[in-house]
Each structure stands twice: as C-alpha cells, then as structure tokens.
C-alpha cells in the first residue's frame, strides 16, 4: 500500500543573492572563464625598451597616438621615463569579490576591434562549456565610447542576443575594475608616457541571463563592434562568469510511504550541482519545525540529477512533513516545498491543503450506503470550526480540487456525502 500526497507551501523559503534573477541560486563572486578568440597584443611587457617588439598593436590605433598599455615589469625596466602605473606582472586583476586572470603577455591578450568603416564580429569560444547565471567582459575603448552588442550561442543550437553595451573610453571613465594604468606611444624607443595619476582605465560589461537561458550551457559568446567611423577601436581582454546553479527543483520533491518495509521514500531533483553543494533533507511532524535527518553530497554536474532517501525512522504518527535545504558553498540555502506524507491508512478520504487549495484523494467511492452497497460522493460542504456552511458542490471521480485562496488561515471542515452517507473530515489551512 502506497500513500503518496503534495503539500505546497507558500512561500517558497528562498535565499537569493542576486537581484532580478529568479528563481535562481548564486556563488558570490565573479571568477575567470577561459576562453579562446584573442587575436592581438597591446600590452607592452618584459624588460626590454622598445614597445613595438613586444606587442602587435596600438590600442587606440591612430597614428598620432599610438599608444599601448604596459606592464609593472615593463614600468620597472624603463622606470628612468615610466614613472609609474601598469598591469600586474601576474596578469591577475582583482576588484572586490571578482577576480580577472588576463593572457599570458608574450601571446595575444586582447579580442580586438581595430577602427573599421563596416560593423564587424568577432567570437570568445569557452575551452569548457557552462551554464552561468551572469557573465563580464573586461573591456576598453580607445577613442571611445563604442557600441558593441553580444550574443551568447548555446549548445545544442540556440543563441539570444542580449543586446547592445556601451564600451567607455579608456581614460575618465567611471566605474572602472582597474585604472592609473599609465600608457607608452607603440614606438622603437620610449616617448610620450601619459595617463598617470587616474589613467588609462578597464572597465566591465555584465550581462545577466534570463532564467531559461542559465539552464542552458554556454559554447561561445559572439561580441559585434558597431563603430564605423574608422577611429574607434575596442579591446576585449578576459571574461569572467557567476556559475548558474539553478535549484534544486522547488517542485519537485515527492514522497510516499511503502507499507513493507514500514519506510517513506523521498525523491527531488537538481538542474545543476557544484562542488560543496549538499543536501540536507529535513523532517517535521507538525510540518513547522524542522530538523534535519540527512545529509547527501551530490557529484558536481552541469546536468540534471535525481536523488533519493529512505526515511526508516518513522514510527509512531500518521503523517510526517519533509522538504529539502539545498546548502551552497557561498553559505546561501534554498528550500523545495513542503510535503505530506501519510504513513497508514486514516479513512478512504484524505485531504492535503495549501494556501489555495484543497486536494481531496483516495477512494470517493467508499459511503456505505444502508444496504451495504457503495456509491460515488455526490457532494461536499465547506465549514468553518465553528459550523458556518461557507460553500458546497459536488465531487466526481478519484481525485478532486477546491478552491480555499480566499479563505483565511485556520481550521475547517469538509463533510462529503452521497444521500445515504456522509463523513467529516479537519483540515488546517496554512
């Protein structure tokens, strides 16, 4: 004999970290996502003295400001005219939580954009594909600002173009992830050292997915420079992303009790999982405190999973509550929904209540009438504790719905009845 039944809860018990996305779960912090496409080198570096050597071209890309980034290494070499500023030797850049990792400098460090008279495309393709909830391009214009938009590509086919994003100048520019920079003219010597104190800046575009999309897995992001005004140039340097863990299915935890052995099993499933995530299944018997019973530790997949547990501990009440908390490695938790789960039989009829509805399951056609036979319920009436009738109608079938979303919270109590036979049932509305 099985006694399976549903017991939605609102609301939802959800810790979200991230406004505008739900529902959604986050780590908090940007970290770098390695991808390929870089396809020029404006960052001067080493110990040498000549910027045209080490890199493959000028940032702002006009002749008559020829200029170049340069690392502190590059600074260090040439610190009788460089009097300050650079990119970290390490290519490692940190602002707040987030962490950038920039290309190693004797190789391409920059998707770039060069000034161009049509709009043009170019693409980043992620080394491993991943589902993210938001995404940052660490970015620069020279001769800025330009308009570049970006579409992300999925596996499997699909794409959706988040539109278009306003890449600052990289001087004055505000607010920046890294700035006082300083620059170098891309010449055989050194000369025309400007930018120091404040400039030049890097700046972040982010882009926050829609919830369908951080269910999918990510492959390349195409990025379109819209300048045409043969000036304008735009730099991309790395990418980092916010991994996309969307829940634990806050619907989908079932239960249902197995007469033999006397245990109730548990099954809920995850879209995505990542490493330190667990799960902690929680049990109630008067479905408001709470304590948990277990711990399960899923493997970290990109994909969905399902999960299971037998609860054997259940003697002694007819009827225990269980959700799920779903414990993130940022210390952020979530919740499924709550459920019943009846342990023996309690009368053919049973009912599960949530704030706006009233599920009555299991056998309607068990009204004995006088003579022994049985026969459908034809109908049900609704009263409050106190005996006021508040609705009645008629019921058909196995399983049946009532609508209680404007009833307060309280106690009830719904009689059933055929003509020949009635029975009255309590229920609690939360």
């Known amino acids: 004999m099985k006694g399976i039944y549903t017991y939605p809860r609102a609301p939802i018990c959800l810790i979200i970290m991230l406004a505008g996305l739900a529902p959604i779960r986050s780590d908090a912090q940007l970290t770098p996502v390695t991808v390929t496409g870089f396809n020029q080198n404006p960052i001067a570096h080493g110990t040498g003295s000549n910027p045209s050597t080490v890199t493959s071209t ?24 460089i009097t300050g500023g650079g990119l970290p030797n390490s290519g490692a850049i940190t602002n707040g939580s987030d962490t950038w990792q920039l290309q190693p400098y004797t190789g391409n460090t920059c998707l770039f954009f060069p000034p161009q008279s049509a709009v043009s495309t170019q693409t980043f393709t992620l080394t491993s594909p991943g589902s993210y909830s938001k995404i940052a391009l660490l970015t620069s214009a020279g001769n800025g600002p330009t308009s570049v938009n970006v579409t992300l590509y999925f596996t499997g086919g699909t794409n959706t173009n988040y539109g278009a994003f306003s890449v600052l100048d990289w001087f004055s520019g505000t607010p920046y992830v890294i700035d006082n920079l300083g620059r170098v003219e891309r010449e055989t010597t050194i000369t025309g050292f400007s930018g120091i104190p404040g400039n030049p800046c890097i700046y972040q575009i982010t882009i926050s997915l829609n919830t369908a999309d951080q269910s999918k897995t990510i492959s ?47 099954q809920w499933q995850s879209a995505t999982t990542v490493p330190d995530e667990h799960f902690e299944v929680q049990r ?15 493997t970290p997949d990109n994909g969905p999973q399902s999960f299971s547990y037998n609860d054997k501990a259940i003697s002694g009440h007819a009827a225990w509550y269980y959700r799920i908390r779903d414990d993130l490695p940022a210390g952020n938790s979530e919740y499924t929904d709550i459920i019943a789960v009846q342990t023996q039989a309690n009368g053919a009829i049973r009912l599960s209540a949530s704030s706006t509805q009233l599920v009555i399951w299991g056998d309607l056609a068990a009204f004995s009438t006088p003579g022994g036979n049985t026969s459908n319920v034809s109908y049900y009436q609704l009263y409050t504790a106190s005996g006021q009738l508040l609705r009645s109608g008629t019921l058909t079938g196995s399983a049946n719905v009532i609508d209680i979303s404007t009833l307060v919270p309280g106690v009830y109590f719904l009689r059933l009845g055929n003509g020949a036979s009635a029975q009255a049932l309590k229920f609690m509305k939360p």
């Open 284 to 298: 109630s018997f008067s479905g408001n405190d709470f304590t948990d019973i277990a711990s399960i530790t899923p």
């Open 220 to 266: 390349s992001i195409g990025i379109t420079d819209n300048s045409t005004n043969n000036t304008a140039t735009v730099g991309f340097f790395a990418l980092d992303g916010l991994v996309s863990v969307l829940s634990v299915g806050l619907n989908s935890l079932q239960g249902s009790w197995q007469s033999s052995p006397d245990e109730i099993q548990l």
């Open 58 to 81: 000028a940032f702002d890309g006009i002749a008559a400001t020829n200029y170049v980034f340069y690392t502190v290494q590059f600074q260090g070499a040439n610190s009788g005219t």
